[in-house]
């Protein structure tokens, strides 16, 4: 009987802090990662720039010092928390290689550069389900990804059975 030979397979996850994102990764883990491989899954998360807390002042004021530093705290935190919920979910499924990257940048622009960077074999992401009015005034990071990214690429929308709205 001849040997299969599995090879191991890299998965780009974006997360972000909503239910949708880590409803993502759960079924993820379930549905595309493979128990019998040895699949390593890269879990990624944005953070946005500097500058552009200034565009939210909408004034033509900039932040204050104190301002700007108290934000990215907030982000820091928020990467972290982040991150840390990702991973325990991971942890939960079993054992496996997980590598956690944060990124500076808009998550359209990073999302698609780090998947030219690190050439997965598929980048995963989840989806908000927005309707047509909103997705036009708010943008869709994922459908911007699948435009523009050159890897396999897997939209998870969350079923609206499991939502709380």
Known sequence: MAETVVKERKILLAVVESEESMY??????KKVVSENAKDALVLLYAKPL????????GTGYLF????????????NEMADCVMAKAKKICNDFGEMTVETRVENGD???????????LLPDVLVMGSHGYGLIKRAF???????????VKCPMLVVK???SSRNN
């Open 50 to 57: 500097r500058s552009a807390y200034t565009a939210l002042d």
């Open 158 to 160: 969350r079923p609206k």
């Open 107 to 117: 998550a359209r622009d990073m999302i698609c550069r780090m998947a030219q960077k």
């Open 64 to 75: 204050s010092s104190d301002v700007m530093a108290t934000m990215e705290r907030y982000n």
């Open 24 to 29: 993502a990764l759960s079924w993820c883990l």
């Open 138 to 148: 708010l943008g869709s990071v994922s459908y911007h990804c699948a435009q523009n």
